[in-house]
């Protein structure tokens, strides 16, 4: 499809309509049909959508159009990826959402963003660097660290520490993500403290390859997450 054929609210209403279609694997593959750095704002544009099934599909889209890019104009591509840093600054007068989730997502589809990005991105999680103190914002940080850490699990591996604070938080999405992280990492370090909560039942929501399932943070305990 030619660049010059979309004009911008075209090309969100078709993403839009290509996230929200029942066939992940076809609407990825359709995104990879799209103008790459044309398809960047108006998956952003979602990441803020009160539909949450069409917010995680576009974190998951945008790891999709950026790794793609990166193939070809790699630069771009780190424009891409500084944008979503400059969010989760202070000094943008945002908040970030969907940033951590999506850095995540691309780097666990592109080794050379994630050698780049992947020390940004834990940084966000380090009490001693770049810490996001928003609980939203640290649960996209949890599972964008997961999605890496299942990818690319020596990219995260120093991460470790500072995830596992994250197993005593009141919100049942840290522990449970906190926990799935931490067994990507086969950390036996921490095997204990993750054991502890083997009978934790509180259900959080759980995104995976284009779908939300229900669990609890018992399932990350004994491995019953996707994509255990």
């Not at 940080?141 to 120093?158: D, I, K, N, S, T």
Request: net charge negative; proline share 4%.
């Amino acid at each position: 499809m030619h660049e010059s054929d979309l004009t911008h609210r075209a090309i969100k209403r078709l993403i839009r309509d290509i996230l929200k279609g029942e066939d992940f694997v076809a609407a990825m593959g359709a995104l990879e049909g799209l103008p790459a750095r044309r398809a960047v704002n108006p998956l952003i544009s979602f990441f803020c959508s009160g539909d949450v099934r069409l917010r995680w599909r576009a974190v998951s889209g945008m790891g999709v159009v950026v790794s793609r890019l990166a193939e070809t104009e790699m630069e771009s591509a780190r424009v891409v990826m500084r944008r979503l840093m400059w969010t989760l600054n202070d000094e943008s007068g945002g908040i970030g959402w969907g940033a951590p989730e999506a850095m995540g997502e691309i780097t666990a589809r592109h080794v050379g963003l994630a050698r780049e990005f992947a020390c940004i991105l834990v940084s966000y999680i380090r009490t001693d660097c770049n810490f996001l103190e928003h609980p939203v914002l640290q649960r996209g940080v949890l599972w964008g660290l997961g999605r890496l850490a299942h990818a690319r699990p020596e990219m995260v591996q120093e991460a470790a520490p500072f995830i596992v604070p994250f197993l005593e938080s009141t919100d049942a999405f840290h522990r449970g993500h906190a926990v799935w992280l931490l067994r990507a990492l086969n950390d036996a370090l921490h095997a204990s403290a993750i054991d502890a909560l083997a009978g934790d039942q509180t259900p959080f929501q759980f995104y995976f390859d284009g779908q939300l399932y229900e669990m609890t943070v018992a399932d990350a305990v004994h491995g019953r997450l996707q994509p255990e």
